[in-house]
């Protein structure tokens, strides 16, 4: 085999592999699609599971999903996006940065059921939230936190250092020029890693698995310190704790598609956020 | 100059208590796992509990024996790589050397899509259309194995290896390849001989990554590969992993009990399998940005 043919050979290879990859994707999205469109109506959306979860709707779920995602990103947002100001803009001793940097690594390392088992340890049961939404979106921020910190450092990283320079020159203290020369141009940078903490906190399971969810309520969740009811978790019990689950097939793939059109609706208006302003500013 | 305003302070003062609070959180979660985990030597001693092979939990005579959990997560996770590899770097060299930039700009995102799907979303996909298929093709009476868990995390780490390796391949310097070019080796050459050897750091780091992904996915495992805390003998045995261990048991399980003990215990394996690979990784990014 000449090396002509051996290029052939190898080229063709690689892109069956990027081929498998797209092939993988699609059917799996055509599947959950297909199927689960039939299941999605009004009623699905807006009701509550009936006749012991066989049928109704989902919408307590998608209520408590949103909730939690939402408490979540209250708590990591402010928290993400000061240390990435601190690290970026402040932090001098290198030695300090080399440590909060490793504990960032890590904590996007540790596996989600480790935070489960976190938060259930220090949340529910040491502070005595109790499971509740308080304490799974407590737990559900830690998990994102990293997530925040990141993408908050490129987009102020992604700021021009004369920026910073031609504010401090005209006399401006050093927050003055975070908060008016810097903040404001990564503001889309900002927002994606807020969309981007939002759909990763929807979509997970295992760390709200012993924090907040419940398998079953009769009624939408009051107060902080109430359980709920999430679409991951709800999913779950619906694929592999239903009484028949053939008769359920078509909510398991209607709560499916409805979670992953919401996530993947998210991520798309990350990438688009993104692309949009990585336009309009140009330096 | 005069003295720093007082709320210039003060702000400087709270972002840098905001920063350190992550340091403080990676103690608590290590404090907290490590303070319930160690409590189950007190029912048996460490080499037991890591080496012998009987998860019987809530028998009558209970054994918190961890290796076949740990051997459970192994080859999930072993076999997961064994696909994910050649595909995401093959891929990743792929999108980076060959394809036209058009088409690198659309496959870019789709697999940026692929990354989002939610893990619970995947195991399904593996209960109900993977699982039946491989009971069909392999004649097992249940298609929920650990082979249908590596195929399904395989899916999931792929995002992780290939954009990771993709980074990489892009970083080396274009001389490197006009270099070889120049010499009159041929596009393929090239890659092999000169692109994918000098990102091999990277690409190092892309598949620890993905390991450690993988052994601490959780809902992925509990869904598709049947649960059954037994030392599988091939890849087509049920299989339990650590994850799925814990997910499955901590509902149920008294506060204080000494299953509650062991389960923190194999979060601690857990949190320190991932505390592992974070450090491998980052020794060789750090080597990488030495040289």
Redesign the interface.
Known sequence: MN??H??WL??T??????L???A??FV?IF??ASKGAGAISWEFLTEAPKNHMTQGGIFPAIWGTLLLSIGAILLAFP?GV??A???TE??AQSR?II??D?????????????????G???FV??FGFGASMLAGSLTLA?MV??II?KTSEEALLSVPHSFREASLALGA???QTVRHSVLPYAVPGLLTGLILGV?RA?????PI??TAAAYFLPSLPSSVFDQTMAL??H??IL??QSFNLKAT?HL?YGT?LV??GL??A???AA?IVRSHFRRKYRW | MGQKKLSERAIEWGASAVAHASILIIALIFLFLFAEGYKIFAYDDPLHIFFGTDWQPTSQNPRYEMLALIVGSLVVTLGAMLIAIPLGVGCAIYLSEIAPPHLAEILKPIIEILAGIPSVVLGFFALVVLAPLISLAFGVPSGLTALNGALILAVMILPTIETISEDALRAVPKGFREASFAMGATHWETIRHVAVPAAMPGITVAILLGFGRAIGETMVVLMATGNASIMPTGLLDPVRAMTSTIASEMGEVAQGSAHYFALFMVGCILFAISFAVNLAASMIVKRGQNS
């Open positions: 090396r002509k051996m290029q190898a080229f290879l690689l892109k069956l592999c990027a498998m990859v797209v993988v994707l799996i599947d959950i928290t000061l240390t100001i601190y690290l402040y932090s300090t440590f909060i490793a504990a960032i690594t890590n904590l996007a390392g540790v596996p989600s059921i480790v935070f489960g088992l976190f259930f340890a220090l049961a040491f830690l936190l990293p910190i203290t050093k927050w759909s929807a979509g997970e399971t295992a698995l012993f991951p978790y999913l779950y694929s592999t097939e398991q499916a979670l992953l996530v993947l998210l991520n798309l990438i």
